[in-house]
């Protein structure tokens, strides 16, 4: 039987629920919408405290826009539209590229990890809701993502900062590893990109050590093993 229209079309949500109490208008909601309809609207629990709303970017750990959010999100939209087959033939070329570097097997495993964003980071854990947030466990401030991790968190900073290192960290926000691979190949020796990808791989190994079992190497310790 369809509904007698109760509602005109300026009504808001808020018209459906009582102010003091916060419960559904069950017999206005019955006589604006079909039986199904009303019962799927009955069920949703409504929220007691009293807050403001307020925009929330969904891109974001935090809630807030940023520019690199927004690019992962396009970047995501992008390998959609391309399909597999693209996507294929971008992961041969990679692959061959990293077979060719001479490094030990389980760097190029981990760079290969890397490449394809399969690394159990804070963000990939949160964007599988396998974790309620994505911020990084080490400096506590910025989304955990691959790149964070290897190369902006203030952690890693302190790697690329050392004496001793070969790398200088370069200036500019870096959106992802793929980009990061391209501007190291570009600008880098192929000596050079090997003794960073070693360095990625213990930059890993130290961030997990601080996690899982409070142990944090010096940032030096990194280029001596590398």
């Not at 206005?28 to 709303?53: G, M, T, Y």
């Not at 391309?82 to 061959?96: C, F, I, L, M, P």
């Not at 200036?171 to 050079?192: A, T, V």
Request: with cysteine; aromatic share 10%.
């Amino acid at each position: 039987q369809t509904p007698i229209n109760t509602l005109n079309h300026e009504a808001r949500v808020a018209t459906l629920i009582e102010e003091g109490s916060c419960e559904w208008k069950k017999d206005l909601v019955k006589a604006a919408f079909n039986e199904n309809e009303a019962k799927i609207i009955c069920s949703l629990p409504i929220i007691k405290r009293r807050a403001s709303d307020r925009l929330i970017w969904r891109g974001s750990g935090k809630g807030g826009f940023t520019v690199k959010s927004a690019y992962y999100m396009e970047t995501e939209r992008l390998h959609r539209m391309v399909g597999k087959a693209s996507t294929r033939g971008r992961d041969n070329r990679v692959w061959k590229e990293v077979c060719q570097l001479e490094v030990p097997d389980k760097v190029k495993m981990f760079i290969w990890k890397c490449h394809n964003n399969i690394l159990p980071t804070k963000d990939n854990l949160n964007r599988k809701n396998i974790i309620e947030n994505n911020i990084c466990l080490v400096c506590l401030r910025e989304s955990g993502t691959l790149v964070h991790v290897l190369w902006e968190c203030l952690a890693a900073a302190n790697v690329w900062g050392g004496e001793n290192i070969l790398l200088s960290k370069w200036k500019g926000q870096l959106f992802d590893f793929h980009f990061l691979w391209n501007e190291m190949r570009l600008k880098l020796s192929k000596e050079i990109v090997e003794l960073v990808l070693v360095m990625f791989y213990q930059r890993w190994v130290r961030r997990n050590a601080f996690i899982f079992q409070n142990q944090f190497s010096k940032p030096e310790s990194i280029g001596i093993r590398a």
